[in-house]
Each structure stands twice: as C-alpha cells, then as structure tokens.
C-alpha cells in the first residue's frame, strides 16, 4: 500500500499567507507550524526565506522545532535565493529547498525573455546549487498548466537527471480542467524516462473554481503529492484545500490512496487557522464551513433525522465538526419542529405540533432563523392555552 499514500505538503504559511491582510509573524508561523506537524501533514512549506528579514527567521525557527514533518523552504532559480533558504533550513531534521523557474512559454517569453533551452539550463542549475546544499529538493515548473506537455516532459526529466527528488506541477493560474490536468500527469508518468526516481506533485489553483478535482485527477494518474492549504488559502481565488482533498480519499476509499493527516483535527485547525490569519471561513466552506453539516430545508431535515445518511456522507466527528445542526427557517417542516422542542425539554404530541406549527410559520417569515428562545416563547404561549381547553 505505500506506493498509494499521497503525501500531504501544506502551504499555508507560505502560499497561504500570500492572502492580502494574512500575514504572519514569526511566532504565529510557529504556532501553527507546531500545529500542522501534529496534524499529520508530511512537508511544512515554512516560508520564502529570501523575501524579508522575518521570513528567514521564521523558516529558521520552524526548522529547529519541527521533529517529524519535512520543513521546507521556497526559492527562485537564483543562487543567492537558494543559499539563504540552506541557510535558514540548516537545523531542520528533514530540509528540503522549493526551486524553479517559468516553464510556460508565456512566462518564457514574456517573463524571462528567454528560450526553452536557456530555461533548461537554468533549471539544472538550480537543481545543482539546491543538491550541494540538502538531499530533498523540489523542483516547480511554473505555470506548468499551461506548459506543453513534451516541453515539460524535457524539463522535468533534465531536473530529476540534476538531482531534484520531488517535481511539483503547477497549474499556477486554476487553468486547467481535471481531464487535462490528469492527462498531463499521465504524460510525464508514461513519457519521462526517469520518472522512476522522483515524487510528482500537484500544485491546484482555484481560479475556476476546480484546485480540488485537479488534484485528485493528478493523484489518480500517478502523482504521489499535494500541494494544499488549509481552508484553501491562497493567491487570488485560493490553492487546493486541504481537508478537501484528505476527506476525498478517505471517503472514496475504494481508490485506495491514504494519507497521514489526523481527520478529527480539521476543523480545529481551520478555525485556528482562521483566527491567526484574520480571514473567516465561508459558511458553505466543504468540511470546515459553519453550514457544512446543518440542515434548513424541511424535505432534508426530515430525512436527516430518520437516517443521518440521507443527507450526510460525513460523521461531524470525523472531522472534528460540533455536530449536525437543524436550523429552524420558514423552510423547515414539522419533524425538524418537534424535534428541536424536544431538544429543548418540551414533549408535545402530533396535534400539539400541528397548532404549533402554523404560529412557527408566522414566526419563521418575519426571521431568517427562528431560534430557542422563540421557541420557548411559542411553547410557554400555548401551555395556558392546553390548560383552559
């Protein structure tokens, strides 16, 4: 089963924190470096250590307190970049430098005036510079989603010939749909000759929305790592979440890929996550919103009630969730009424509910959520009126 363990590379304290109004000092980047290697992830993405000052004492730090999980540093295919991320990840247990360089030719052309060749040899070189420095290195091919597939298939094999152990293929813009993601893995794992000796990584944007299923193509057709978030923080529109993709194959367990991540911590993290870096969670968020496991419609809270599984594919408790709620609205019918009375120590029979549920309806158009305490307010109006019947 080892060859179907998917590692689990978090990015959020350094793609994530790319998030206009994210930004981490030090001490919240240890925090939550701490946090991640308890959570099970296998590579910690610490930061960019040539971009600031604060950036490389943060890697730093994480590096001397980090014991079990990878810790990585990200860089350009510049020298100088990458001897201060060695610099910043030499008391890690386990370094790893993050390097590349454009691959696309838009990026070619427009971003490095370069040509394909030139972009090759500057790859290899970086490669080289990261080996003398650490046995892990991780080459990007930027904006690979949008790169032809027998060019890349030249530069990812010039990369791992150099010495690169991980080849992380991005679809930088959210370009990509999950056939053509998946098939340009397919590509690599049928067309790189030595491919045999490195780990494929995705690295999913959400630009249209599709980060989650990218990655998932990209693991079905060969590639053994994600590149993710935690709640999907990201430039722009976001990188693939990451309890998205843990609960997708641990859901679909008949694919048979697993990973490490500890699944009831989820959401906890997120909302530490969340709080640490100022950016709430959308409410119909997967896995870790505030809606993700209540109930407001009266056909679905029905159905909830008599099965779970109706309506539920995951336990809250799975994922660290406070459980399932039924939310009162106008939308809500008479189970979902008796229901949360009861929840609240009020046993009335079916006629009760009846007469009760037309004063709910009332209620329940003038409020987006009716809530306890109209509910008491309801219960304790129609008490008196049992007793004088």
């Given amino acids: 089963m080892a060859e179907n363990r998917i590692h689990i590379f978090d990015t959020t304290l350094r793609d994530g924190e790319q998030v206009p109004g994210c930004k981490l000092n030090t001490t919240e980047k240890l925090e939550l470096a701490l946090q991640l290697e308890a959570l099970g992830v296998d590579i910690i993405e610490a930061g960019f250590p040539i971009s600031s000052p604060g950036d490389f004492e943060a890697v730093a730090q994480i590096s001397q307190q980090i014991k079990n999980a990878t810790v990585c540093g990200l860089s350009r295919a510049v020298q100088k970049d990458i001897e201060v991320a060695g610099a910043a990840l030499k008391h890690a247990q ?40 650490v046995g892990d290195v991780e080459f990007y091919a930027e904006d690979a989603g949008r790169t032809d597939n027998e060019y890349l298939a030249r530069v990812v094999e010039a990369v791992i010939a150099a010495g690169a152990t991980v080849v992380n293929i991005p679809d930088t813009t959210g370009y990509c749909l999950p056939q053509q ?75 048979g890929y697993y990973t490490n991540v500890k699944s009831e911590m989820l959401n906890p993290i997120s909302r530490l996550v969340s709080d640490t870096m100022r950016m709430p969670v959308q409410p119909n968020k997967a896995i870790v919103g505030a809606n993700a496991f209540s109930h407001s419609s009266g056909i679905h809270q029905d159905g909830f009630l008599k099965d779970s599984l109706t309506y539920e594919i995951i336990n809250p408790e799975e994922v660290g969730a406070e459980g399932s709620k039924i939310v009162l609205t106008a939308r809500s019918g008479r189970s979902a009424l008796a229901h949360r009375f009861e929840k609240i120590g009020y046993q009335f029979n079916r006629n009760d509910i009846d007469v009760l549920y037309s004063r709910f309806l009332e209620v329940a158009d003038t409020k987006k959520e009716v809530v306890e305490a109209d509910l008491h307010q309801m219960a304790q109006a129609y008490k008196p009126a049992m007793a004088t019947n």
């Fill in 94 to 133: 386990r370094p790893r430098i993050h390097t590349g360089i454009g691959t696309s030719d838009l990026h070619i052309k427009s971003k490095f005036n370069a040509t394909r060749d030139e972009i090759i040899s500057r790859a290899v070189q970086a490669v080289k510079w990261a080996r003398n420095l």
């Fill in 181 to 255: 993601y998946g098939d340009k893995i397919a590509y690599l794992i049928n067309n790189v000759p030595n491919i045999d000796k490195a780990i494929l990584s995705c690295h999913c944007h959400n630009d249209l929305g599709l980060a989650t299923a990218n990655s998932i193509a990209g693991v079905i057709n060969g590639a053994r790592q994600i590149e993710c978030t935690i709640n999907g923080l990201g430039e722009r529109a976001g990188n693939t979440s990451l309890e998205e993709v843990v609960m997708v194959m641990k859901q679909h367990k008949y694919m």
